[in-house]
C-alpha cells in the first residue's frame, strides 16, 4: 500500500510568517496525527484527527497553529505566525483498526521547518 | 498514560547483539508495548509489538516478563544500518473509535561502530 504522503520536505521562513503542511493519509485510515519533533527529541503529538473531527489537540498551540481535515482524508496544518522555536520536523501518521486489535501508525518522512 | 524510561544512547558493533531495556512500571492491563525505530530524515517506523512472553518477527524480538513491568528489545546481529533512534511505547490498541494516541519519550540512540 501506498504510503503517507506529506509536503513539503523542506520549508525556510521567517519569523512572523506563515506556513502550512499536507498529509496524505493511507487510504483507509480513519485517523490522522501531527506530531512535532525538536532536534534531539521524541515526537510529541499536536493533534489527532478521527475522520474529519478533532480527538485530541489539548498539546496544539492554538493561538498560532491550527489543523483541519477535510472529508476526512487529506489534512493541513498552519502556523501562523511562526516563531523560532517552531524550527521543527513535522511528523504526520495514519491509523486503522487491524485484525487483533493493534492500531499499527504509519508516519509520512515528514517535513523540515526552518525559522530564521 | 504509561510512561517509558530507556536509556539515552547506546553503542555497540556490527555482528553483536543488541538488548535495549524499556521500564514501564505504571503499564496498564490493557497496553500493549510497542517499538519504532527512526533514521534521520524519516519518520519513525514499527519494529514490534507484543503484550506478554517473547514475540519474534524478522527485525528483532521482544521479551517482556510476567509483571509487564518492562521490556527488552532484542537486535541480533547488528549491521551499520541498524544506527538509529529507538522508541518504546505503551498504549492501549483496543479501542473502538480510534481515540488511542502513542506518546513518544526521547528514546534510545543507537550507535553501531564497524
Known amino acids: 500500500e501506498a504510503g503517507v504522503a506529506q509536503s513539503p520536505r523542506y520549508k525556510i521562513i521567517e519569523k512572523r510568517q506563515s506556513v502550512a503542511f499536507w498529509c496524505n493519509p493511507i487510504?483507509?485510515?480513519?485517523?490522522l496525527y501531527w506530531y512535532q519533533q525538536i532536534l534531539g527529541q521524541g515526537p510529541k503529538l499536536l493533534i489527532q484527527?478521527?475522520?474529519?473531527?478533532?480527538?485530541?489537540d489539548s498539546q496544539l498551540p492554538k493561538d498560532r497553529f491550527s489543523a483541519e481535515r477535510l472529508k476526512g482524508v487529506d489534512s493541513t496544518l498552519k502556523i501562523q505566525p511562526a516563531k523560532l522555536e517552531d524550527s521543527a520536523v513535522y511528523l504526520c501518521a495514519s491509523s486503522s483498526p487491524k485484525p487483533g486489535g493493534y492500531h499499527g501508525y504509519t508516519f509520512g518522512s515528514g517535513t523540515r521547518l526552518t525559522v530564521v | 498514560l504509561a510512561k517509558t524510561t530507556q536509556p539515552i544512547s547506546m553503542d555497540s558493533y556490527e555482528g553483536q547483539e543488541v538488548n535495549i531495556t524499556c521500564s514501564h512500571n505504571?503499564?496498564?492491563?490493557?497496553?500493549?508495548i510497542t517499538w519504532y525505530q527512526q533514521f534521520p530524515s524519516q519518520g519513525p517506523r514499527f519494529i514490534i509489538q507484543?503484550?506478554?512472553t517473547k514475540v519474534t518477527n524478522e527485525v528483532a524480538s521482544l521479551f517482556i516478563p510476567a509483571d509487564r513491568k518492562s521490556s527488552t528489545l532484542s537486535l541480533p546481529r547488528v549491521s551499520l544500518s541498524d544506527t538509529a533512534v529507538y522508541y518504546c511505547?505503551?498504549?492501549?490498541?483496543?479501542?473502538?473509535?480510534?481515540?488511542?494516541?502513542?506518546?513518544f519519550g526521547a528514546g534510545t540512540r543507537l550507535a553501531v561502530h564497524p
Open positions: 487510504s483507509g485510515h480513519a485517523t
Open positions: 505504571n503499564i496498564a492491563t490493557n497496553d500493549y
Open positions: 511505547l505503551v498504549g492501549d490498541p483496543s479501542f473502538s473509535g480510534g481515540y488511542n494516541k502513542l506518546i
Open positions: 507484543g503484550y506478554k
Open positions: 484527527f478521527q475522520n474529519n473531527g478533532v480527538v485530541d
